[in-house]
Nanobody
């Protein structure tokens, strides 16, 4: 897991913003952010591949994703208590199907996650 490091999580108030950062060592094609909220399945949040970004429908009005080389950023604005959970970064080392960038099965390198807690 030392190949991928996430940072930027923390505890904030509702309405605040956070930026998560993911740095990957080594050759990487697509990169993505996923989250696991207690009681739910892990879900795709945002991803980037070859200059194109993909965001989950529910995230489009509040979150943004960007990438610089092997660093992926997730800007989260207007955070809500229901956004609280573990956020994971993932990367892939070979071909990425663009139609599946928010599918966790696409990725073969995962971080240990960074916790986001949003209080009301």
């Amino acid at each position: 897991q030392g190949n991928l490091v996430e940072s930027g999580g923390g505890s904030v108030q509702a309405g605040d913003s956070l930026q998560l950062t993911c740095e990957v060592i080594g050759y990487t094609t697509c990169m993505g952010w996923f989250r696991h909220i207690v009681g739910n399945e892990r879900e795709g949040v945002a991803a980037e591949f070859n200059g194109a970004t993909s965001l989950a429908a529910w995230a489009k009005d509040r979150f943004a994703v960007s990438r610089s080389y092997n660093t992926l950023y997730l800007q989260m604005n207007s955070l809500k208590p229901e956004d609280s959970g573990m956020y994971y970064c993932a990367a892939h080392r070979s071909f990425c199907p663009e139609s599946r960038l928010l599918d966790q099965d696409t990725y073969n390198v995962w971080g240990q996650g960074t916790r986001v807690t949003v209080s009301s």
